[in-house]
């Protein structure tokens, strides 16, 4: 499985960002979606993610703030960042959960893309 994430760049603080990420083709299913992030010495944290029956789950920082949302039908997740400030500034990374038919789940990670917030 592979997970492609776009949308990353510079914005200001105040400003919205979208990002998206789609997996690839194949026979499986994805039960949970969402991105995570990391800063240079800070371990990778969460951010939000989407479980296929539309439970989100989302950090504290970003309630309120940002929103996850998904195209199941075409495996993809996307992150709308509202209201940025320069602490968001980090490598968003795309998540997914992902099974085989009845198979244990595996969890893989995208490329990783840059957010950088300026003030």
């Known amino acids: 499985v592979q997970l492609q994430a776009y949308g990353g760049g510079l914005v200001q603080a105040g400003g919205s960002l979208t990002l998206s990420c789609a997996a690839s083709e194949g026979d499986f299913r994805i039960n949970v979606m969402g991105w995570f992030r990391q800063t240079p010495g800070k371990q990778r944290e969460l951010v939000a993610t989407?479980?296929?029956?539309?439970?989100?789950n989302y950090a504290d920082s970003v309630k309120g703030r940002f929103t996850v949302s998904r195209d199941v039908a075409k495996k993809t997740v996307f992150l709308q960042m509202n209201t940025l400030k320069p602490e968001d500034t980090a490598v968003y990374y795309c998540?997914?959960?992902?099974?085989?038919?009845?198979?244990?789940?595996?969890?893989?990670w995208g490329q990783g893309t840059l957010v950088t917030v300026s003030s």
């Open positions: 989407m479980k296929t029956a539309g439970y989100t």
């Open positions: 998540y997914a959960k992902v099974a085989w038919g009845r198979s244990v789940e595996y969890e893989y």
